[in-house]
């Protein structure tokens, strides 16, 4: 018998046939004692995508022109019918053995997310990884934030609390949509766990060509919220002393 509430897995993809043909068995697999729909936000792929994955129980979405990773994400959950919603790469780079765990762990928290910087974490790879650890502890620096991963994109949230953000401030852009998305959830006091992630590997095809923009968005991106806490911290502080003043 299935258990618990309604799980949306949201798979946004550009040109991922051959992995989304592996992923999505993969998924049914691991989560076949759960209530879940999947959904597959297809960003103009050219790669025949829509064919290779007809045959599967999804709900599939195309987008006629590109819209990018994040859009396609917040068109994903506005498509979804989940009280849970999960977000995951299309390419293997997030493992589905944490699928589970994820889900369980939010009958206790408001957002559960998976990181590569935790004891028990297995990655692939030195350099990528190295270079994401350092540019972390860039954010929490610039941002004050407490956690361990905001790059990875492998998070899972109650709908409710989802819903107090807002989407078109947050998802829009490439993976940068994902530190404002975290930065937000923190600000609002959230209690958000991280699970030790075992990353998996892309099968077929190959991953973002254009490091130089990504890091120039991301870095942009965090100067932003860098600013937007320090005003936060100054109205905090406002209100506070506001506060001492009406009291003495």
């Given at each position: ?227 937007k806490e320090r005003v936060l911290r100054v109205q905090k502080n406002k209100k506070l002393s506001n506060l001492q003043k009406s009291r003495s």
């Amino acid at each position: 018998m299935k258990k618990g509430p309604l799980v949306s897995i949201i798979l946004p993809a550009y040109n991922e046939r051959d992995n989304l043909k592996w992923l999505i068995p993969d998924i049914s697999k691991i989560l076949l004692n759960y209530n879940y729909e999947i959904i597959v936000i297809d960003d103009a792929s050219s790669d025949g995508t829509r064919h290779a994955i007809s045959d599967f129980n999804i709900n599939y979405q195309y987008n006629y022109k590109r819209q990018g990773l994040a859009n396609s994400i917040r068109m994903g959950i506005k498509a979804s019918q989940g009280e849970i919603v999960l977000v995951m790469d299309s390419d293997g780079d997030h493992n589905t053995v944490h699928l589970p765990l994820m889900i369980d762990n939010l009958k206790f928290y408001d957002v559960v997310l998976t990181t590569r910087f935790k004891n028990g974490s297995k990655v692939n790879g030195h350099i990528k990884p190295n270079l994401s650890r350092a540019f972390n502890l860039f954010i929490r620096a610039m941002t004050g934030g407490q956690l361990s991963d905001y790059l990875y994109g492998h998070w899972a949230a109650n709908k409710n609390s989802l819903e107090k953000v807002s989407f078109k401030n947050i998802f829009w852009g490439y993976g940068d949509y994902c530190i404002r998305l975290l930065f937000h959830f923190e600000k609002l006091d959230m209690k958000i766990h991280q699970i030790p992630s075992i990353t998996g590997k892309r099968e077929f095809g190959q991953g973002n060509l254009r490091p130089l923009k990504v890091f120039t968005q991301y870095t942009f991106a965090v100067f932003k919220l860098s600013l937007k806490e320090r005003v936060l911290r100054v109205q905090k502080n406002k209100k506070l002393s506001n506060l001492q003043k009406s009291r003495s």
